[in-house]
């Protein structure tokens, strides 16, 4: 099914615009998109990185980890939704070397886990801003649920990058 979608997509009008070599969209509309992309890419990653170092108890200790996740959370989101954009953009450019690529996938996979360790951490301090505090049960928790995360984002981020140096699979037939 991956296949036939990728197929579809590259032979879409949207495709041939954004991969023609000889039109000036493909050296602005995708560099810019990259570039945009990778700032997006910075915004979560200092967003999360600060979230979790926090429940971490190793940075911004003078904050609640509630009222910071208040604050990141609108932050993190957004540059998401840009990362999306962006990278459908991307994907519609050059469908072969995205989706049927078992590195994008991987990242796909992580990043799924990964947002859904950061829904909790904003739903979890919505219900009781002192969730992570009430025992140390709970403060265990949040250290590995936010070791966890860390591991996550930086597996999202390596296989971003890998994306460029691993190729996709072969179409059969």
């Known amino acids: 099914m991956l296949e036939q979608l990728t197929d579809w997509l590259s032979r879409s ?69 840009v990362l999306l954009l962006t990278g459908v953009v991307q994907t519609i450019a050059e469908p072969s070397r995205e989706l049927l690529n078992s590195t994008f996938q991987l990242k796909i996979a992580l990043l799924v886990v990964a947002v859904a360790v950061t829904i909790s951490y904003r739903v979890t301090t919505t219900r009781n801003p002192n969730y992570w505090n009430v025992s140390p049960g709970r403060r265990r928790a949040g250290h590995i649920l936010a070791g966890m995360s860390l591991v996550l984002w930086l597996g999202i981020l390596s296989a971003g990058r890998l994306i460029a140096y691993f190729g996709a699979f072969e179409p059969k037939g």
Do not use: K, Y
Request: hydrophobic residues 60%.
């Open 13 to 81: 009008d949207a495709s041939a615009f954004l991969s023609d070599t000889t039109l000036l969209q493909t050296w602005l509309i995708i560099p810019i998109s990259q570039t945009i992309h990778i700032l997006a890419v910075a915004v979560v990653m200092i967003s999360i990185g600060v979230l979790n170092l926090r429940l971490l108890g190793v940075a911004a200790s003078h904050q609640s980890f509630a009222r910071l996740t208040r604050q990141l959370t609108p932050w993190i989101w957004s540059a998401l939704a």
